[in-house]
């Protein structure tokens, strides 16, 4: 049984209109999701509609968590696309479940690249819904037809799509969900959406620009009513400590006695004040994400943060009693050689000398769509066979010299591959996430190991119908300086 404070109990009487929220994934993801959370409260503050939630873990994604009804008896499905992996969930769900209502679906997925999936979900949502009328639309639309050249929806009949985005963040969500979630029990507080930095591998700057941030007084006015609720505050945000008032804001939540916990936290934004901060609103252990061992390759990656940032944010981190770290790295960048991997782990081994505890995530890199690396192949290697065998042992390498002193977690090549097949992919990939089977040998099979082909650049891509607001001659430019 879900231990939950404020879900919606809607009786539900004849001539209601419900919309099934879908999350294909596990529950502690989705209830830590503000837009679903967003969505959910906005649908069943209309009188004639009512909104229940479905997530993987919670009677398989078939039943709902408020009534127990099946997925089939719902008039609209709005499914949640966070991760590509979940396309195979999502399809699985729709299949077993024999809905045949509306089947929408948004999230950062759909923004990137819906063409995988387009056969199975009537309609996506293309960007951030609120303040637009989109959610109206939806819920007044009985087929595909009825939304097709809606702005901000995309169903398979447009050229083009623009995605849409509220201007200013001058609203916060206040009636929220509080379950056990992926931050713990406790209240989301998004403090802004998308990023001020230029990271070249990342789509939060592609897909989520402009950078905006909420004003610090809203968002402590939305924490206030939780006191006595919750002891705990998620700040979520891509880059939470770029926020220009961070510590005005956890300033004042540490005021009002809540424990404070950022979804990222950026080394170069990490001074004394900051840290003490921090570990006064609870902070334990802490998490710097260099992405790569060398400051060649982070130049190349545009991440903006040296040794010395990382170094000096764990010097900082341990003399305010912070005793555990974790560092995220990638591997399969473009132009990466064994010296990049041994400069990761001597950059492991000097945060080692400064901080007892360090666990280590490494991930291959995906090329995703709308960022300058979207025609890179994957692992970086033009012969991407021989670069599969090479990270395979690259990432032998790195594990066997990095768990002599840290925990050591490093994702599979194959699976990577995998996840760039469905984001770069085109309609051809909807048979095989029809097929249900996640493996590189299905996709083999099935002829579409050539998504993860160097793509020439003059090409026209798959998800260039999508209107970012970016200029493709600006990713041709970075792309082009880095090869
Ligand atoms: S700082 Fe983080 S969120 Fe911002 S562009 Fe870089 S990787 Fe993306």
């Given at each position: 049984m879900l231990k939950e404070d404020n879900p919606f109990l809607k009786?539900?009487?004849?001539?209601?209109?419900?919309?099934?929220?879908?999350?294909?994934?596990?529950?502690?993801?989705?209830?830590?999701?503000?837009?679903?959370?967003?969505?959910?409260?906005?649908?069943?503050?209309?009188?004639?509609?009512?909104?229940?939630?479905?997530?993987?873990?919670?009677?398989?994604?078939?039943?709902?968590?408020?009534s127990g009804r099946s997925l089939k008896d719902f008039d609209i499905a709005f499914f949640s696309l966070q991760y590509e992996e979940d396309y195979f969930k999502a399809v699985r769900i729709l299949k077993k479940s024999g809905f045949k209502g509306l089947k929408v679906a948004g999230g950062p997925c759909c923004m990137l690249n819906p063409k995988p999936i387009l056969r199975f979900f009537d309609a996506f949502v293309i960007g951030e819904v609120e303040n637009s009328r989109v959610i109206d639309y939806i819920l007044e639309a009985k087929s595909k037809e009825d939304?097709?050249?809606?702005?901000?929806?995309?169903?398979?009949?447009?050229?083009?799509?623009?995605?849409?985005?509220?201007?200013?963040?001058?609203?916060?969500?206040?009636?929220?969900?509080?379950?056990?979630?992926?931050?713990?029990?406790?209240?989301?507080l998004e403090v802004g959406r998308g990023c001020v930095r230029h990271c070249r591998f990342c789509v939060v700057r592609q897909i989520y620009s402009p950078p905006r941030w909420r004003d610090v007084k809203l968002l402590l006015e939305v924490a206030e009513a939780y006191k006595g609720v919750v002891n705990k505050i998620a700040l979520i945000a891509p880059?939470?400590?770029?926020?220009?008032?961070?510590?005005?804001?956890?300033?004042?939540?540490?005021?009002?006695?809540?424990?404070?916990?950022?979804?990222?936290?950026?080394?170069?934004?990490?001074?004394?004040?900051?840290?003490?901060?921090?570990?006064?609103?609870?902070l334990k252990s802490f998490t710097i994400a260099p992405e790569a061992g060398s400051e060649r390759l982070r130049e190349i990656l545009k991440k903006g943060i040296s040794e010395e940032d990382v170094l000096n944010a764990a010097k900082i981190a341990r003399e305010k009693g912070i005793m555990s770290v974790k560092l995220y790295f990638m591997i399969g960048l473009p132009t990466e050689t064994e010296e990049d991997i041994h400069e990761m782990i001597e950059l492991v081994r000097k945060v080692r000398e400064i901080i007892p505890k360090v666990s280590v995530s490494i991930n291959p890199l995906v090329p995703k769509p709308h960022t300058p690396f979207q025609w890179l192949p994957y692992t970086g290697f033009k012969n991407v066979r021989e670069g599969?065998?090479?990270?395979?042992?690259?990432?032998?390498?790195?594990?066997?010299?990095?768990?002599?002193?840290?925990?050591?977690?490093?994702?599979?090549?194959?699976?990577?591959?995998?996840?760039?097949?469905?984001?770069?992919?085109?309609?051809?990939?909807?048979?095989?996430?029809?097929?249900?089977?996640?493996?590189?040998?299905?996709?083999?099979?099935?002829?579409?190991?050539?998504?993860?082909?160097?793509?020439?650049?003059?090409?026209?891509?798959?998800w260039d119908f999508i209107d970012h607001g970016y200029k493709k001659e600006r990713l041709i430019k970075e792309f082009e300086a880095i090869m």
């Amino acid at each position: 049984m879900l231990k939950e404070d404020n879900p919606f109990l809607k009786a539900w009487r004849k001539g209601l209109k419900s919309v099934a929220l879908v999350y294909p994934n596990r529950y502690v993801g989705g209830i830590s999701n503000i837009g679903l959370q967003y969505i959910y409260a906005e649908i069943n503050s209309r009188e004639d509609f009512v909104c229940e939630r479905f997530y993987l873990d919670v009677f398989n994604g078939l039943r709902s968590v408020e009534s127990g009804r099946s997925l089939k008896d719902f008039d609209i499905a709005f499914f949640s696309l966070q991760y590509e992996e979940d396309y195979f969930k999502a399809v699985r769900i729709l299949k077993k479940s024999g809905f045949k209502g509306l089947k929408v679906a948004g999230g950062p997925c759909c923004m990137l690249n819906p063409k995988p999936i387009l056969r199975f979900f009537d309609a996506f949502v293309i960007g951030e819904v609120e303040n637009s009328r989109v959610i109206d639309y939806i819920l007044e639309a009985k087929s595909k037809e009825d939304l097709a050249g809606i702005e901000g929806i995309y169903t398979g009949l447009e050229d083009r799509v623009r995605r849409i985005k509220p201007k200013k963040l001058d609203f916060h969500l206040k009636q929220q969900i509080i379950g056990e979630g992926a931050y713990g029990r406790c209240v989301l507080l998004e403090v802004g959406r998308g990023c001020v930095r230029h990271c070249r591998f990342c789509v939060v700057r592609q897909i989520y620009s402009p950078p905006r941030w909420r004003d610090v007084k809203l968002l402590l006015e939305v924490a206030e009513a939780y006191k006595g609720v919750v002891n705990k505050i998620a700040l979520i945000a891509p880059s939470v400590s770029d926020h220009p008032k961070i510590k005005e804001l956890i300033a004042g939540l540490v005021e009002m006695g809540f424990m404070v916990s950022p979804s990222s936290i950026r080394a170069d934004t990490v001074d004394d004040e900051l840290m003490e901060l921090l570990v006064a609103g609870g902070l334990k252990s802490f998490t710097i994400a260099p992405e790569a061992g060398s400051e060649r390759l982070r130049e190349i990656l545009k991440k903006g943060i040296s040794e010395e940032d990382v170094l000096n944010a764990a010097k900082i981190a341990r003399e305010k009693g912070i005793m555990s770290v974790k560092l995220y790295f990638m591997i399969g960048l473009p132009t990466e050689t064994e010296e990049d991997i041994h400069e990761m782990i001597e950059l492991v081994r000097k945060v080692r000398e400064i901080i007892p505890k360090v666990s280590v995530s490494i991930n291959p890199l995906v090329p995703k769509p709308h960022t300058p690396f979207q025609w890179l192949p994957y692992t970086g290697f033009k012969n991407v066979r021989e670069g599969m065998i090479e990270l395979n042992r690259r990432s032998k390498l790195i594990r066997k010299e990095l768990s002599k002193m840290a925990e050591v977690s490093i994702e599979k090549v194959d699976s990577f591959a995998l996840q760039t097949i469905l984001s770069r992919g085109e309609e051809d990939v909807a048979d095989l996430i029809d097929m249900g089977r996640a493996t590189l040998k299905a996709a083999e099979k099935l002829g579409l190991l050539k998504y993860l082909e160097e793509i020439p650049v003059d090409r026209v891509l798959p998800w260039d119908f999508i209107d970012h607001g970016y200029k493709k001659e600006r990713l041709i430019k970075e792309f082009e300086a880095i090869m």
